[in-house]
């Protein structure tokens, strides 16, 4: 069974882009050329196919209103197995070097169990065929807490310069443990970091027990790319926070 590597944090810290930047590096190494990838996005706000620059038509969220209707629909004697795997690979938008799930909103109202359910079917299914699963989850531990996010190698918690956000991570930490999560390594990145503030930063890392794998420096051209829209995938190799992110992918193992 292949690795699975999620990255949490909370909302505005830049934890899809970290993500989409980790995903970068992993297809533009040569000597990758064979992983086969899985990258996730599970936040229902769906970021993560802009940040790769890859449309997407259909989710997960729509396979929700597929299912829920074809109980109505469909033949008693349907085998719901061979139904579900079937709109799975409609919704599974295959790349070059990497496949994508978005998990999307349904529509409608209601609540969001079906879909976790769903996503859940889905990861138990799939990341077996992958030598690594790569997760955007949503801010916060909701997914955690529902058993969404199956066991996993690495927790990847992003968070920005401040005493304040590192303190975010080490309740993340916490949580996690009460949640009894089952993970093998729980990573810090600090993203935005400024020259004048990385040593301190370290050091209230260290003292809060946080594990810092990458302090992702502030980069203009990730805000500009940012500020337009464009795909993070084509930001130059000598932009610094490029090459912050490729030390995390080799600190990460992969």
Do not use: W
């Not at 209103?65 to 409609?90: A, I």
């Not at 109202?109 to 299914?125: A, T």
């Not at 390594?185 to 990458?214: C, F, H, M, S």
């Amino acid at each position: 069974m292949g690795r699975v590597i999620a990255v949490t944090g909370k909302g505005g810290t830049g934890k899809t882009a970290v993500t989409a930047m980790i995903l970068r590096d992993l297809i533009n190494d040569s000597s990758k050329k064979t992983l086969r990838i899985l990258a996730i996005d599970a936040d229902p706000d769906a970021n993560l196919a802009d940040a790769l620059g890859v449309k997407v038509s259909k989710t997960i969220g729509d396979m929700r209103e597929f299912m829920q209707q074809s109980r109505y629909t469909t033949p008693p004697d349907t085998d719901k197995q061979v139904l579900f795997e079937s709109k799975l690979f409609e919704i599974l938008v295959e790349e070059n070097a990497y496949d994508l799930l978005v998990m999307g909103k349904p529509e409608g109202s209601g609540c969001y169990c079906f879909v976790n359910n769903l996503l859940r079917g889905i990861m138990d299914k799939t990341i077996s065929d992958y030598d690594l699963t790569l997760i955007d989850t949503p801010a916060g531990l909701e997914h955690f807490s529902r058993k969404t996010i199956p066991d996993l190698d690495a927790l990847i918690v992003v968070t920005d310069e401040s005493r304040r956000g590192l303190t975010t991570a080490e309740r993340i930490r916490d949580m996690s443990k009460g949640l009894d999560m089952k993970y093998k390594e729980l990573y810090v990145v600090v993203n935005k970091v400024t020259p004048e503030r990385k040593e301190k930063v370290l050091e209230t890392a260290k003292d809060l027990g946080l594990k810092v794998i990458g302090t992702v420096p502030y980069d203009q051209n990730l805000a500009k790319f940012d500020l337009v829209g464009d795909p993070l995938m084509n930001l130059p190799g000598d932009s610094p926070a490029v090459a912050e992110t490729r030390q995390i992918v080799s600190k990460l193992g992969l």
